[in-house]
């Protein structure tokens, strides 16, 4: 007797990562690229490059035996909601995962083929502050990545050499940041800097938190500090909603 199964609540496809590295240091063109931001780079004092910054320079100082191989790699990590539908309805949902490798330079890393979907997430609704167990597979690969490493073949020196890899950064808008992080991004105290500290005023009327008093992260000389008139959230209008400028956002 066949039972009827129900179709599944979510589903989860994971496509290995490191895989898909060990293929392009096998590639003798993409090996060379994987390496332009130590031998490519020109060095000139301005910031063109994640390399250019002090993130980058830290985490060389902070873990030297990484940072004095060129070839181990630093990517970012990226994802959000959509609807693959186009269209507003709210039945169904897809998570893509997708790491950005920030080795190549400016003009690659962006490129099709350098931006890797490693999860797409399936299901009729988001997988909110829950997404970390979805996310197992893919943390797995990064532990190892970066407690073990993993014997690559490089097609360009032609040598074997133990290819280590780290998580440098997440792209992401605010409410995909509080699902990433675990972090509350809603409500008086949403600020991750301020925390505790975040200036906010409770609305009488229009019953919203707004936030107050962030210009004194601007630098003094900062244009923003001379828009006097522009709204703070400490009154409210009845009137057409004046855009807040960019120092009343966080």
């Given at each position: ?6 179709p ?8 290995p990562?490191?895989?898909?590295f060990?293929s392009h240091?096998?590639n ?5 690229d994987?390496?332009?931001?130590a ?5 000139d ?8 910054c002090?993130q980058?320079k830290?985490?060389d100082g902070l ?6 191989e060129?070839r181990n790699?630093?990517f970012?990590l ?15 949902s897809?998570?893509?995962v997708?790491?950005v ?9 962006m490129?099709q083929k350098?931006?890797?979907l490693?999860?797409?997430i ?8 829950d997404?970390?167990?979805?996310l ?7 532990r ?5 490493g993993?014997l690559?073949f490089?097609?360009?020196r032609?040598e074997?050499f ?5 998580l440098f950064?997440?792209?992401?808008d605010?409410p995909?940041?509080?699902?990433l992080s ?5 409500g008086h105290?949403?600020c991750?800097?301020?925390e ?7 609305l009488?009327h229009g019953?919203?938190t707004?936030?107050t008093?962030?210009r004194?992260f601007?630098?003094?000389h ?7 008139k522009?709204?703070?959230g400490?009154q409210?209008h009845?009137?057409a ?10």
């Open positions: 007797m066949k039972t009827q199964r129900s599944p609540a979510k589903v989860l496809w994971y496509l990562i490191i895989p898909r060990k240091f096998a003798r063109d993409d090996a060379k994987l390496t332009w931001h031998n490519g780079r020109n060095s004092g301005m910031v063109c490059h994640p390399a250019d002090s980058w830290k985490i873990y030297s035996d990484f940072g004095k060129a790699l630093r970012g990226t994802s959000d909601g959509m609807n693959p539908y186009g269209n507003l309805s709210t039945q169904h897809s998570w893509p997708l790491l490798i920030y080795n190549l330079s400016p003009w690659l890393c490129k350098y931006m890797m490693s999860m797409m399936s299901g009729p609704r988001q997988p909110g502050n997404i970390d167990v979805y197992s597979p893919l943390i797995e690969d990064l190892k990545l970066w407690d073990e993993v690559v490089d097609g360009f032609k074997t133990e290819m280590c890899a780290m950064c997440t792209i992401n605010f995909a940041y509080g699902n675990g972090y509350s991004v809603k105290h949403a991750t800097i301020c505790e500290d975040t200036s906010y005023i409770q009488k019953r919203k707004m936030y008093r962030h004194h601007l630098k003094p900062h244009p923003y500090r001379r828009l006097k522009a709204f703070n400490s409210e009845k009137t909603p004046i855009p807040l400028t960019g120092e009343q956002v966080l």
